[in-house]
């Protein structure tokens, strides 16, 4: 008899451990039949064995959702049933096996020992490995779970019933992130789209992840008028920006009364006087941190295509449009009045000059950079400017520079509130000018080796007749003027030293009451225009200039931009532009208080860069002169 016990027991034991298999394998299928991808079920459907069949048939089986939920509920009820049935057989084992122990402690041990082998065993591990594996257990479970399916159904119908009703179907729901679209993008076949069509795909996908602050145009690139402005400046101020509709302010631009259509005013073009406030339009403020999809309905419902970005404070951050939102999805869209947004000069392979407002997505662009690791360092900044500031924890001084990643950021030009420019140095070597061949100088190196290999075989063939060789272009010679320069006493507050070859012409057609002036050259046909500024904020200056000076970026072959420091105080900045640009120089100087002088070299002449050489060096050199002896009074 005792025998025959010991035999039923082992049996239990023997039972328990068999069924605590199958509820691994059981609650495994729960994850894999559930956790496959778009891609997963779309190459069940193409597979040829009858175990992906059958697989396929079991999710969508009469339909997607009520074939998922009926499979959910026969996993439910099989692995309930088979946890069930251990618990029974592993509470006769413990009657048996823990009889000598007190009730308590044989109790305790019995519901912390079965509890932690069915979590274990039952539900953790082959979960892990059923997420990671879920193609192989799901066909290896789908024979199985197909005939409990139909054993099961008087059990599971009923429930799935009652769930039913007491939270009825809405209809196939997904619950995505956007790290799962775009993941889902990724991998998908995109050998039959264009890379412009992936580029969309990603847009949309990314699409509701953005907000206003992203993509808006920041206030201090806003275009925007004062209320009080006078009818005809106003209609030459609209004709000049190009925009057809701009922000109206009542005292500077966190005041903004609202918004006026250049289409409105057509009707009075032709009127001398004309009170234009009375066509603004309300504006529609926006906050910084409104997703992009959000305004894009307000944009819709609205009916409005611009809307005033405002922060927590209530005051102008910038401003949005309809334009900035489409091109989320379609990418950049450009028109004929359209600039440049990104302003940068390459100087060679390894240098990048850049504008200190220039988005950090669009240096990596620019530069073929991951990006990853500047996206980890850069804090709340959104441009290389606010990098370098994130990085120093404060603002830069004009030649202070950072190396991230093992690139340098040099801080070219700064005032008291932003960084203005800034170069970038792929690697730490000192950039060379690269030779016509596009291969650096390097003294004594490759480019010297050739030079000597050329010339002896020049020496050792001068019996033989040698290749004609094309004649380069040739030019007229220039003769420069002499370095004779005199103090001009201006009618503003100021005295610069003058090239004895130039003369001093007055501007006051435009202005009468402001400094403008012309170094005119008669020899060179040449004007270096002067502009004088007193009492005026640098800032706004000092963005203009550069502005201006990288305007003629789509002709120059380079940009060198020098800087340099006045002990008393103030900055001088050349932009000197090689190619066949309009203007080849320009300048800025500053005391570093609220004075400045700019100026702007050009010609009569088509320009040409080649040609002109010989005399843009000479007035370079004057004009270096005449910053340097700049006296402000």
Request: proline fraction near 6%; aromatic fraction near 8%.
């Amino acid at each position: 008899m005792d025998n025959l016990m010991g035999i039923h027991l082992w049996i239990a034991a023997l039972g328990s451990l068999l069924l605590l298999v199958a509820s691994a394998f059981i609650s495994g299928s729960e994850i894999a039949f559930f956790s496959l991808t778009p891609q997963d079920r779309q190459s069940l459907e193409e597979a040829e064995d009858g175990a992906s069949k059958m697989v396929f048939d079991l999710l969508n089986t009469p339909d997607t959702e009520r074939g998922a939920r009926q499979l959910l509920a026969t996993i439910l009820v099989l692995n309930n049933t088979v946890n069930i049935v251990i618990i029974l057989l592993s509470t006769a084992l413990m009657q048996h096996w823990l009889v000598a122990l007190p009730p308590i402690i044989g109790t305790a041990l019995h519901v912390f020992g079965v509890t932690f082998l069915i979590v274990l065993f039952g539900e953790v591990l082959p979960k892990v490995y059923a997420n990671r594996h879920p193609l192989i257990l799901a066909r290896r479970m789908v024979r199985v779970l197909t005939w409990s399916k139909g054993i099961l159904r008087p059990i599971w119908q009923p429930l799935n019933a009652m769930a039913g009703w007491l939270a009825p179907s809405t209809g196939p729901t997904v619950d995505l992130s956007v790290e799962d679209l775009e993941h889902a993008v990724n991998v998908t076949d995109s050998a039959d789209r264009s890379e412009e069509e992936n580029r969309i795909l990603s847009g949309i996908v990314n699409f509701g992840s953005k907000d206003v602050k992203q993509i808006m145009r920041p206030r201090t690139d806003v275009t925007a008028f004062s209320h009080d402005l006078p009818w005809p400046e106003l209609k030459a101020a609209i004709a000049d920006s190009g925009f057809s509709r701009v922000p109206i302010h009542a005292d500077g631009l966190d005041q903004v009364k609202g918004i006026l259509y250049a289409k409105d005013l057509l009707p009075h073009r032709n009127a001398t006087d004309f009170d234009w406030n009375t066509l603004l339009r309300q504006p529609f403020f926006v906050p910084e941190n409104r997703m992009i999809d959000d305004l894009l309905r307000d944009f819709q419902s609205m009916k409005v295509h611009l809307a005033v970005v405002v922060d927590e404070y209530g005051g102008t951050s910038g401003i949005v449009t309809l334009e900035d939102v489409i091109e989320e999805i379609v990418g950049d869209i450009s028109d004929e009045f359209d600039d440049e947004d990104v302003l940068y000069s390459r100087i060679d392979e390894h240098t990048v000059v850049f504008q200190g407002k220039t988005a950090l997505v669009d240096v990596y662009r620019i530069l073929d950079l991951d990006g990853a690791a500047f996206e980890t360092a850069k804090g709340e900044s959104d441009t290389l400017g606010g990098f370098l500031v994130e990085q120093l924890a404060r603002l830069p001084k004009p030649g202070e520079s950072v190396t991230f990643e093992g690139i340098r950021l040099v801080t070219e030009a700064a005032d008291r509130r932003r960084v203005l420019q800034v170069k970038v140095l792929l690697n730490e070597e000192p950039a060379r000018k690269p030779d016509p061949s596009g291969q650096p100088l390097r003294p004594g190196g490759a480019g010297a080796a050739v030079a000597l290999l050329v010339t002896a075989l020049a020496f050792g063939s001068g019996c033989s007749s040698p290749p004609p060789v094309p004649r380069p272009a040739g030019y007229y010679r220039i003769a420069v003027h002499d370095t004779a320069f005199e103090s001009v006493e201006l009618s503003c507050p100021l005295t610069l030293d003058m090239a004895s070859a130039a003369k001093m012409e007055t501007v006051q057609e435009f202005a009468p009451d402001s400094c403008w002036f012309n170094i005119v050259y008669p020899r060179y046909k040449a004007r270096i225009h002067c502009t004088y500024g007193g009492g005026v904020a640098l800032e706004p200056v000092m963005e203009d200039a550069f502005k201006l000076a990288y305007e003629h970026e789509i002709k120059a072959d380079a940009i060198e931009v020098r800087k340099r420091e006045y002990e008393q105080g103030g900055v001088a900045i050349t932009w000197r532009i090689a190619g066949n640009a309009a203007s080849p120089l320009q300048f800025l100087c500053t005391d570093g208080e609220d004075q400045f002088l700019r100026g702007a070299l050009y010609f009569e002449v088509r320009p040409n860069g080649d040609s002109l050489a010989p005399v843009t060096s000479r007035l370079n050199a004057d004009v270096e002169h005449l910053m340097a002896n700049l006296n402000w009074r």
